[in-house]
């Protein structure tokens, strides 16, 4: 409600010093400095112990524990209570409910402009279109 139903210039912005980049959020204004506006030899990287991945965020170096190096039966699988998928990821598993197991005149889908690609996250809609239209040259 608060997001979308309030006047515009009654927002009160927490401005990116070094960009456009804006948030209503302290924590997120904080993560963005962290990812885009840390000087790369100032960075506390957070090395994970079993390869040479190295990530700003303690949180996403978890992430990446868990979902490359934790023996599968470790893990606490989020399950499809409708068919046999699993996920290591609650969003995902939201993701998979709504996309294979949802009324598709209920699901807002996005629908790719160059292709019959659609998904229901912007992220991944953009992700395919820099991956699929998008001349790397």
Known sequence: MILKHRNPED???????HCFYRSLWRNVLKLHMIQKQTN???????Q????????????LLKKHVKSKHTNPENIEWFKCELCPHRT??????????????????VVKWLQCEHCLHKTTRKDYLESHVNAKHTNSE
Do not use: G, I, M
Request: hydrophobic fraction near 25%; charged fraction near 35%.
């Open 48 to 59: 994970c112990e079993q390869c040479s991945y190295k990530v700003k965020r303690k949180d």
């Open 11 to 17: 927002v009160k912005w927490l401005q990116c010093e």
């Open 88 to 105: 290591k990821r609650k969003n995902n598993l939201k993701y998979h409910v709504a996309s294979k197991h949802t009324n598709p005149e």
């Open 40 to 46: 790369l030899e100032y960075v506390n990287w957070f």
